[in-house]
């Protein structure tokens, strides 16, 4: 029995994928710490690195599924569908943390969470659709016409987020930074989070394969 046992099957008994999962997220709190602060938002400009990572990690996501969708639209391979799906998902957790970090990011820094405010409903209404989309991809039998529809949910949510007027929402709250340390703490924040993304994905596709 023991000479049966693959090479594959004794890393997956060692705890390595989550002392890895486990660094990913002691340097998300270090880079945290470290990160410097803003000259208008403090301290709470820590809060938008958190909200911007996850939202940016959530977008790139569900283009990443989106173009599976389209190879799975035009090659009808299913095997692929397990990676598009598990992708989307996963893109869909870390949009809506996004969304609910952006409420706290609301909250602390502008004293109130402004459900009408044209991005925070653009959000809502992005999650709606990238909802129904991705239920009825689970019940559709025919596999391209779910590569399609899961192609079409990066499209819409671009084009809802970025047609959106902005009130209280920065045009571009990074890059129009002049601290490069401001602008790398993003960076570096987003990295993480893909990363940790990415461990989520091929954990849950491994352990259904």
Not at 3 to 24: A, C, E, H, M, Y
Not at 92 to 105: D, E, P, Q, R
Request: glycine share 8%; aromatic share 12%; hydrophobic share 55%.
């Amino acid at each position: 029995m023991t000479n049966n046992i693959t090479f594959i099957d004794k890393i997956r008994s060692k705890p390595l994928p989550w002392l890895v999962l486990g660094g990913l997220i002691t340097a998300v709190l270090f880079l945290l710490y470290l990160a410097p602060e803003e000259a208008t938002l403090g301290t709470g400009i820590r809060t938008v690195y958190i909200h911007v990572a996850l939202t940016w990690t959530g977008m790139a996501g569900f283009i990443l599924a989106g173009l599976l969708g389209l190879v799975v639209l035009v090659t009808g391979n299913e095997k692929l569908v397990r990676w598009m799906q598990t992708l989307g998902w996963t893109a869909f957790g870390f949009y809506v943390a996004g969304v609910a970090m952006s409420a706290i990011a609301s909250r602390v820094n502008w004293g109130g969470i402004f459900w009408q405010e044209p991005r925070m409903a653009a959000a809502f209404k992005s999650l709606a659709i990238a909802t129904i989309i991705m239920v009825l991809n689970m019940w559709i039998p025919q596999v391209r016409v779910r590569g399609l529809l899961q192609a079409i949910i990066p499209v819409t949510v671009a084009w809802i987020t970025y047609t959106a007027p902005k009130v209280l929402h920065p045009t571009n709250p990074i890059f129009s930074s002049e601290a490069t340390g401001i602008q790398f703490a993003f960076i570096g924040m987003f990295l993480l989070f893909a990363a940790i993304a990415a461990w989520i994905v091929w954990r849950l596709v491994d352990r259904s394969g």
